[in-house]
Each structure stands twice: as structure tokens, then as C-alpha cells.
């Protein structure tokens, strides 16, 4: 132990004797690894978001979106289709394993309040919707089935809408008007913060959808219908049920529409992400080999000129195998601070980067150890034939070199 | 069982190319404990590759080495490493230090390849009673570039005691010295080998020859002649004459 300490020692003597081209050889592995550090931070960080996000819109929780969108031609997209309807929603709700249902109509209209102005989302939904996605109120009340029965023109904004319509003010029992029709605001939702995909989930205002759709666009159809089983458990079982509801219902060959669940999108999410680690992988790998070779040219350069210390160490009484030692810890010293510099970098950017992009960063613990080990093991790898090298020279022939 | 080196018809032939060239010829050499023996020879006949041989770097052809009675001249790399370590230590032409590292570690250099192992603190210990022996224990901390080459010579010196070794081998070791600092260093030698430690120098020079107690001189990779010294010279009367010399042209 105490001799491979000495060794270190050496080996650490020996790269400071030439500073910059040791930090010249190291940069392959630093920015190879400060790479990958950094991109799977900030990687796991949105992940993390994403899967903390689809968490708090409930696990339990189904869409039912209308449109077939995976029919070839040209198409609107999810809820653009008018097959879904108020009815379908009721319907749903007679379901055995559904505890609450909640149609849902959306529009971005221009509000007007107070003087002010502002373009947001005005989101037709069912009393029940709060609940649904785990969305607590924070002053005021929701409406409620008899808002919903009587066209009630009463609005629940979000924390967005409050701070651009209503700034210093209470909003509640102001009016607010969407198309030039009065909402009066009774309730303010809780802030909930910005969607992975960079939405900002409190620009919202929320009416009753019975009110959206007669009052403010005139329809008869819903975008999507959200659903809250009874259960993580039985989603499956609900899916299936909704899907063979909807399509008796809809009398429809195609089914003209999508049932969606939050375990899906969690499950999309993750499968991204592990390609992107995948793909990560290979750039670490790539990065790291190129490393490699720069740590074997130097190596081959340094035991090159190092010959006749070479020489003297053997003629003292070095056996091969001391020689190996040597130039491998030189050689591994190198790359594992490399990888040690590589990582503070990499978390460094990382949280720079989301410090000013306003993303997550999250760095596994178990991604900077694979990193720093697989820069030590790089420099065993490229290092050994180096030392292999120093180990085979004829100490008469070293002693001898100029 | 007294004798350090016997050598019975040894030969050494290189394959280089074309030509074997044939570099020691059947030599056969016994040197006893405390002994002080000077190699002499023209370049080329064969010394080097005897000293070579000698601090087993290298391998006889043919014929046999016993080097304080173990027979070496079949013994593999990694033995050969372990031999050098306990039995032997270099002094080389060029000192051959290690640049940038302090007197005190080049002379504990040895003791990190020692197969028991020394501790650090006895290493210090043993590597500063070795750097008294050569008088230079207050430049311990100096690095190599910080000293003369006399001074260097000694850090060698005290490197090659430093394990305790049956045999002294210098090669050409005042080659690179001014004649005072050769004599200073020659001065060493004998003190060193009145302390009873075995030396086999290989020199050109006549007169630094003369400080040893017994010559062998070697031609065409044979040994002609193998005498002890007439009129050995002591180094300490040598430099009192020098230094005389030195003041009489002063005052002159």
C-alpha cells in the first residue's frame, strides 16, 4: 500500500514536471466526460420533471382525446375531431371503476379586466377537475354541478392570469370578459408551475365547460374527456372499458378516438430518455477512447524520454513489474484526474445551464461514478501498453540512451 | 567462500547483424572480499561488456558467474533485478541521478524496489547515514542540478551503499570529473574499502588506476595482465600535494 503511494507520488511528480501537456492530454477525457456529465444532468433533470409532473396529474388518470390521429391523411391532431361529446362523458362516468369525469373544451381568447388585457387559455371543464389533477384551490371556490346545469358565468383563474389582470388586487368577485361576456372570478387555483414541455400550466381560466361551449365558442362537441379511475390498478381494465364504450357508442368501424394514460406517457418519457443515455453512451464512449489515445501517445512519448530513469531504476534492482506499476499508476493517474475534472466540469455546466435556462438538473450519482471509473479504467487500458513498452527495455541499452 | 566474484571462462557474443561479434573470450576472475580491483583496457576490448556482465545486466554466453557464491548466469530478468538490488551498487560515468528529485530520495531509490519492505522512516534513516559516509548529509534536501559533479559522484556513491551491497561496481566513475575532483572521489573509494567493501572499478586512466590495490587489464576481450599494484597512490597525501602545489604557484 505504502509503496503504491510512493508510486502515486512519483506518478503525480512526474505530470507536474509538465503541466500543460499533461492538462493538454487530460482534455480528451475532461471534455468527454464534462459532456456527458452535463447532458445527462440535465437529461435526468427534465425526466425527473416530466415523470414528477405526470405524478401530480395523477397516475391514475385517463384521456380520452377525440380524432383518429393515427389514420394516414392529413388531420387536426388529438381533439380536433367533433366526435366526442358531453354525453360521452356522462356515460363514461356510469362506469364501475371511474370516481370522476371531467369533458373538456379549450380556446385561446384574448380576457379583458380591470383596465388590462391578456391572451391565455380559457379551458372549459367539469366541477370535478381539481380533484382530477390533484390541483388545489387557492382562494375562492370551484364551481360547482349546479354552475355547470345553469351556464353559470363564474371563472377560477390561474396564478398567471391573477398577476397580469389583477396585479396588487384581490380578483375575487371581479369580472372578467372573455368575447365580451362577463365571468365573475371566484376562485384562484394553486401555482403549479411549467409543464417539461415549457407551458406555463397557470395561464389559465377555468369555466364550466357547459359555459365554454354555449356561451363563449358554440359547439356541441369536447376535445377530450379527463377520467380518474377508481385505482392505479384497474387503468388497464378502464381503458379497455371506455375504449369499447366509446366505439359501441360511436358505432364507428375506426375508433375516432384515443384513450390515453398517464403510466403511457410516463412510459414514453422513459423510453426517450433511455435512448437518449443510450446514445450518450456511445458519445462517452467515443469521447473517452479518443481520450485514450491521447494518454497512450503521451505515455509512449514519456517513457520515450524518460529511457535512462528507466534505466536507472532497473539497474538499482526495478523488476518489470515495478516498471509497469509505475507508468500504469502515471498513466491512470492522469486519466482519473482527467475524469475527476471532466465531472466538476460537467456538474458545473450542467447547473449553470439550468440555472439560466430555468430547467432541473439532477446528476445520478451512480452516472459520476461510472464516469470516473471508466476514466481510470481508460487508463489502464491505453496505459499499459506504454509501460509494457518501458518494462521491455534493456536496462544496458536504457542506461546508455541519450 | 570468501571470494564475491568468480568467474570461470566466461564468453560473451552478440548477434548483431552479420557478424557475431565476440566481446569477452574466456575469462576467467576471482576477486575476494575487500578487495579494491581496477578493469583497464582500450575501448573495445571487451571491459564494458565484462562490467556488464559483472553487475549482472547482462547474460554470459557461455561459462559461469558466481556472484557471492549464487550462480547468476542463468538466473531470469526479475532474478537478476532482485541480485542488483541486494548484491550490488552502480556508480556510473554520467552519475546517472534522477534530475528534479532531492540527494536524499535518489539514494533511497534502491530501497523502494527491496523485497522486504523498508519502512519510510527507516529509509530516511538509512538514506542519510549513506549520505554521511560520502560527506554530503547537509545537501541531502539539494537537487541534482543544485550540485557539482564531484558532489553528484558522491550522491551516486552513497546511492550504491545504501543496500548494503556485497560488491561496488563504478564505471568509468571519474570519466566526467576534473583531476581533483577524480582524486576527492578516488579519495572515497579508499576510504570506503578500507572499511573493508569490495570494489571493481573500470577505468582508462593510468593513474586513477593507481589508487585501487590490483589491475586487470583486458585486451581483445581477454585478460593479459592481472597484477596488484606496485605503487599504489593514497588520495589523501595526493591532494595534500596538490593543494602545496597550488600554493607555491600562488605565492609564486
Known amino acids: ?402 | 567462500m570468501s571470494s564475491v566474484i568468480k568467474l570461470e571462462e566466461v564468453h560473451k557474443v552478440y548477434h548483431t547483424g552479420e557478424v557475431d561479434v565476440h566481446a569477452v573470450r574466456g575469462v576467467s576472475l576471482e576477486i575476494r572480499r575487500g578487495e579494491f580491483v581496477a578493469v583497464m583496457g582500450a575501448s573495445g576490448s571487451g571491459k564494458s561488456t565484462l562490467m556488464n556482465m559483472l553487475g549482472c545486466l547482462d547474460h554470459p554466453t557461455k561459462g559461469k558467474y558466481l556472484l557471492d557464491g549464487i550462480d547468476v548466469s542463468g538466473l531470469s530478468r526479475d532474478e537478476l533485478a532482485d541480485i542488483r538490488n541486494e548484491k550490488i551498487g552502480f556508480v556510473f560515468q554520467g552519475f546517472n541521478l534522477l534530475a528534479r528529485t532531492s540527494a536524499l530520495e535518489n539514494v533511497e531509490l534502491p530501497m523502494l524496489y527491496v523485497h522486504h519492505r523498508v519502512r519510510g522512516s527507516e529509509q530516511r534513516q538509512r538514506a542519510m547515514n549513506s549520505l554521511e559516509i560520502v560527506g554530503l548529509a547537509k545537501r541531502a534536501d539539494h537537487h541534482p542540478n543544485q550540485l557539482s559533479g564531484g558532489q553528484q559522484q558522491r550522491v551516486a556513491i552513497a546511492r550504491a551503499l545504501v543496500n548494503q551491497p556485497a560488491l561496488l561496481l563504478a564505471d568509468e566513475p571519474t570519466g566526467n570529473l576534473d583531476s581533483q575532483t577524480s582524486i576527492e572521489i578516488m579519495g572515497v573509494f579508499q576510504k570506503l574499502n578500507d572499511q573493508g567493501i569490495t570494489i571493481v572499478m573500470v577505468t582508462h586512466e593510468l593513474d586513477i588506476a593507481s589508487y585501487t590495490r590490483r589491475n586487470v587489464i583486458m585486451r581483445d576481450g581477454h585478460v593479459v595482465t592481472d597484477e596488484p599494484v606496485k605503487k599504489r597512490l593514497i588520495a589523501e597525501d595526493e591532494l595534500r600535494k596538490l593543494r602545496e602545489a597550488q600554493q607555491a604557484v600562488n605565492l609564486a
Open chain 1, 1 to 402: 500500500m505504502m509503496r503504491i503511494i510512493a508510486t502515486v507520488r512519483i506518478a503525480l511528480r512526474a505530470l507536474r514536471r509538465n503541466k500543460m501537456r499533461s492538462l493538454l492530454t487530460m482534455l480528451g477525457i475532461i471534455i468527454g466526460v464534462a459532456s456527458v456529465i452535463c447532458v445527462v444532468g440535465l437529461t435526468t433533470g427534465a425526466t425527473k420533471q416530466v415523470e414528477d409532473q405526470v405524478r401530480s396529474l395523477g397516475e391514475s388518470v385517463l384521456t380520452v382525446f377525440s380524432g383518429n390521429f393515427t389514420s394516414g391523411a392529413v388531420k387536426g391532431g388529438w381533439g380536433s375531431a367533433p366526435t366526442l361529446t358531453v354525453d360521452d362523458a356522462q356515460a363514461i362516468a356510469q362506469l364501475p371503476n371511474t370516481v370522476a369525469v371531467s369533458p373538456e373544451v379549450r380556446d385561446r381568447e384574448q380576457v379583458l379586466a380591470n383596465g388590462l388585457n391578456w391572451n391565455t387559455m380559457v379551458q372549459g371543464e367539469g366541477p370535478d377537475y381539481p380533484q382530477i389533477r390533484n390541483w388545489k384551490i387557492a382562494s375562492g371556490v370551484m364551481f360547482t354541478e349546479q354552475d355547470v346545469r345553469s351556464l353559470a358565468k363564474s371563472a377560477v383563474l390561474g396564478k398567471t392570469v391573477v398577476d397580469e389582470l389583477f396585479p396588487n388586487e384581490n380578483p375575487l368577485g371581479q369580472v372578467i370578459r372573455v368575447r365580451n361576456i362577463p365571468f365573475t372570478v371566484i376562485g384562484v387555483l394553486a401555482p403549479k408551475g411549467f409543464t417539461l414541455w415549457g407551458q406555463d400550466q397557470d395561464d389559465v381560466v377555468l369555466v364550466p365547460y357547459s359555459s365554454h361551449m354555449h356561451r363563449i365558442t358554440a359547439r356541441n362537441f369536447v376535445n377530450s374527456i379527463l377520467v380518474e379511475a377508481a385505482s392505479d390498478g384497474v387503468i388497464d381494465q378502464v381503458q379497455q372499458e371506455i375504449t369499447d364504450l366509446l366505439t359501441a357508442r360511436h358505432r364507428s368501424l375506426e375508433p375516432d378516438f384515443t384513450v390515453r394514460t398517464q403510466l403511457e406517457l410516463m412510459q414514453r418519457v422513459s423510453d426517450t430518455s433511455q435512448q437518449m443515455v443510450f446514445l450518450l453512451s456511445g458519445v462517452a464512449a467515443v469521447s473517452l477512447l479518443v481520450g485514450g489515445i491521447g494518454i497512450m501517445n503521451i505515455m509512449l512519448v514519456s517513457v520515450t524520454e524518460r529511457t535512462r530513469e528507466i534505466g536507472i531504476r532497473m539497474a538499482v534492482g526495478a523488476r518489470a513489474r515495478d516498471i509497469v506499476v509505475q507508468f500504469l499508476i502515471e498513466a491512470v493517474t492522469l486519466s482519473a484526474i482527467g475524469g475527476a475534472m471532466g465531472i466538476a466540469l460537467g456538474v458545473g455546466s450542467a447547473m449553470l445551464i439550468s440555472a439560466l435556462k430555468h430547467t432541473p438538473s439532477v446528476t445520478p450519482a451512480q452516472w459520476i461514478a461510472v464516469a470516473f471509473a471508466s476514466s481510470a479504467v481508460i487508463g489502464v487500458v491505453f496505459g499499459f501498453y506504454p509501460a509494457w513498452k518501458a518494462s521491455k527495455l534493456d536496462p544496458i541499452d536504457a542506461l546508455r540512451y541519450e
